[in-house]
């Protein structure tokens, strides 16, 4: 193995995110019949840990924090919004086809049916580099 730090300085990286086109629901065709793909870009880790902060809630008694609380569900979905490219679900049209003013409302009427919304949901994660654990430790199980 080669231990030449140069490989990890600025510039480097093969690229700065990763962005992967992939099919959530298979109920929206494009012109020739295919399911049209979402568009997913990952995240920085700053704006992940804004994400988490903003979705944290302190518990304050007699003036000192003594717990904190995330919110897992409101955190996944607003990386959820902020990670999907295409399709914009704070496009106006959109918001205005559907009949909402909540981009989380738009993508839940959008991916209303069975699991497509937990599907988009955990390939967000994937995208940003969560969810690789638990496919290792499924295989390694299946070993």
Do not use: H
Not at 53 to 77: F, N, P, Q, W, Y
Not at 79 to 102: C, I, K, W
């Amino acid at each position: 193995m080669n231990k030449n730090m140069a490989f990890f300085m600025k510039g480097r990286a093969k690229q700065e995110y990763i962005e992967e086109e992939v099919v959530i629901t298979k109920r929206f065709l494009d012109d020739k019949g295919e399911p049209i793909p979402f568009v997913l870009r990952s995240l920085p880790p700053k704006r992940i840990e804004e994400i988490q902060e903003d979705c944290t809630r302190r518990i304050v008694k007699k003036g000192r924090v003594v717990d904190e609380i995330l919110d897992s569900k409101r955190m996944a979905v607003k990386m959820a919004l902020e990670s999907t490219v295409f399709p914009d679900f704070r496009s106006a049209e959109l918001l205005e086809s559907y009949g909402v003013v909540d981009p989380v409302e738009a993508a839940r009427a959008v991916l209303s049916v069975g699991g497509e919304y937990t599907d988009w949901i955990n390939a967000v994660n994937r995208v940003n580099g969560y969810g690789d654990q638990d496919e290792d430790l499924v295989e390694e199980a299946k070993n």
